[in-house]
């Protein structure tokens, strides 16, 4: 008995270690190559009517890469998403399980993804992990994707491709750069709001919203170890950022966070009638405090350029008087 006892206990970190993935180390999905399928699905809202696939399949065969669509990314018949929450699931496994497709790139955003949630399973991406791509409600996705210890990509959507241009705007070439893995480094100018330093951290975060929507949760958004975290929004009112911003303060969501990112804060209601002149100086009252670099203006969210970023990456922040980088480690 003593024996089969001591066996036990030596099997139990064993067990513990191969249910919950080590939260230092994330898995790298491989980039695409030339060849390579990238699925299309749409997991929250409808995409515009007139959104041309003949342009989608052109653009996407100029790098090189074959487009496949799931059945229900361009629904019509319900009136918000893209289709029901289980057609919507269904195509989100589909790509999940194929193996022939290299990522996995959503429509649009808007609301939905977390409905999906509780009808798809992620377990096969830790063995065979793919790219998910996406920002705004995406960042439910994302949230999926950092606790399975998997890495994936904050960055354009299909409504942020521009097809009536000649070439590719700064925001759909950074995601064929991150595809590829050619994304190394992004400059960034200086902010007054700005804090200098240097720091480095795993890359977390996306949309403020989702970010403060999924505390409490199994998805919540954990800073366990260091972190530096991106934030954005749109169309919210300036005592609801604040409200937000007292959310991931009383979740502890700041305690291992080594630098902020700021991106776009867009369209904010009512900063006049909350006693600030914009939203990033009502972000800058929680964040300066901090004593960690911070970088505001940050290419990121819901405005032109909305850069692609590894989420899940180590990355090093520097912040001085001519500017930001971060730098993204690519050390396979």
């Known amino acids: ?86 057609q919507r699931a269904e195509d989100l496994q589909r790509m999940i399980n194929d193996p022939s497709v ?94 200098h330093g240097v720091a480095q951290g795993k890359l977390a975060g996306g949309n403020l919203t989702m970010i403060c929507a999924a505390n409490g949760t199994s998805e919540a958004l954990k800073t366990d170890t260091p972190t530096v975290l991106l934030i954005e929004e749109i169309g919210e009112s300036a005592y609801r950022i604040d409200r937000m911003m007292q959310s991931l303060e009383r979740c502890g969501v700041w305690r291992n966070v080594r630098a902020v990112l700021v991106g776009h804060f867009t369209r904010t209601i009512d900063c006049s009638g909350f006693g600030v002149p914009n939203a990033e100086s009502l972000i800058a009252r929680y964040v300066q405090k901090l004593g960690v670099p911070v970088v505001f203006e940050f290419p990121a969210g819901h405005e032109e350029p909305n850069l692609a970023l590894y989420l899940g990456r180590e990355v090093s922040v520097r912040v001085d008087g001519s500017g930001a980088s971060i730098d993204f480690h690519t050390a396979e």
């Open 1 to 86: 008995m003593k024996r089969l006892i001591s066996m036990l206990l030596w099997l139990a970190p064993l067990s513990a270690a191969a249910q919950a993935p080590n939260s230092s180390e994330f898995i790298r999905p491989p980039y695409l190559h030339r060849g390579d399928t990238i699925g299309i699905v749409s997991p929250a809202g409808k995409l515009p009517q007139k959104i041309d696939t003949a342009k989608i399949r052109a653009r996407f065969e100029s790098w090189g890469l074959h487009p496949k669509f799931g059945r229900f990314w361009d629904g019509r018949k319900e009136p918000y998403f893209a289709a029901t929450d289980r």
């Open 102 to 195: 290299k990522a996995i790139l959503a429509g649009r955003g808007g609301y939905g993804s977390v409905r999906l949630l509780p009808l798809v399973d992620f377990s096969p991406l830790r063995k065979h992990p793919k790219w998910i791509i996406g920002f705004s409600d995406i960042t439910t996705l994302h949230l999926v994707m950092r606790n399975l210890g998997i890495e994936s990509i904050h960055g354009p959507m299909l409504t942020g491709f521009r097809f009536d241009q000649q070439q590719e705007g700064a925001s759909v070439e950074s995601l064929r750069k991150a595809l590829f893995g050619q994304m190394s480094r992004i400059d960034i100018k200086p902010h007054p709001l700005n804090r």
